[in-house]
T-cell receptor
Framework: DAGVTQSPTHLIKTRGQHVTLRCSPI?????VSWYQQVLGQGPQFIFQ???????GRGNFPDRFSARQFPNYSSELNVNALLLGDSALYLC??????????????FGQGTRLTVV | KNQVEQSPQSLIILEGKNCTLQ??????????LRWYKQDTGRGPVSLTI?????NTKSNGRYTATLDADTKQSSLHITASQLSDSASYIC????????????FGSGTRLLVRP
């Protein structure tokens, strides 16, 4: 059974551009969460989706948006990229609605570099 | 404010030696505490999950302890191996409507031959 898959694995973008990151959860998992991890720090929560609805949002600007599709895969979109958006973007899937009351499985992340 | 603090920030040990990583948290109400191992540039992988009633939990050479009264946890690694070189992240879940995960900044462990 495949784990959480994210694409692409690496990405280089220019300031001002937009980017779309993709995540496919473990089969049967209905919850997807997105995290941003800057080098040397722990992951910071961006969004959580459960059953195609947004269930939580972290302290990120409106340039960040996401959605979840009927097959429970998810996209994270970032507009007007800034140098500070350079980070490892992690996707986690879980069975339950809450991030913390069920096991969370992480993908290997998308490394975004903004130049 | 819900926070998770880890110490030390980084640690270097020789292969075969033991080490202990610390985690203090102020998350309330508490749901569970997790330790993750994260290799450089990869996603975190779960090592243990402990609820309020659990004091200790082992996963191979990894043993986690939890003192819910003092809000402290530790991760003990026995007979370290080169493959243990990674960041170890303490994560606490708040038992609120979102069951949000609150991450520490991690301890970066380097095991040398």
């Amino acid at each position: 059974d495949a784990g959480v898959t994210q694409s692409p694995t690496h990405l280089i973008k220019t300031r001002g551009q937009h980017v779309t990151l993709r995540c496919s959860p473990i089969s049967g998992h209905k919850s997807v969460s997105w995290y941003q991890q800057v080098l040397g720090q722990g992951p910071q929560f961006i969004f959580q989706y459960y059953e195609k609805e947004e269930r939580g949002r972290g302290n990120f600007p409106d340039r960040f948006s996401a959605r979840q599709f009927p097959n429970y895969s998810s996209e994270l979109n970032v507009n007007a990229l800034l140098l500070g958006d350079s980070a490892l973007y992690l996707c986690a899937s879980s069975l339950g609605q809450g991030q913390g009351n069920t096991e969370a499985f992480f993908g290997q992340g998308t490394r975004l570099t903004v130049v | 404010k819900n926070q998770v603090e880890q110490s030390p920030q980084s640690l270097i040990i020789l292969e075969g030696k033991n080490c202990t990583l610390q985690c203090n948290y102020t998350v309330s109400p508490f749901s569970n505490l997790r330790w993750y191992k994260q290799d450089t540039g990869r996603g975190p992988v779960s090592l243990t999950i402990m609820t309020f009633s659990e004091n200790t939990k082992s996963n191979g050479r990894y043993t986690a302890t939890l003192d819910a009264d003092t809000k402290q946890s530790s991760l003990h690694i026995t007979a370290s191996q080169l493959s243990d070189s990674a960041s170890y992240i303490c994560v606490v879940s708040a038992r609120d409507s979102s069951y949000k995960l609150i991450f520490g900044s991690g301890t970066r462990l380097l095991v040398r031959p």
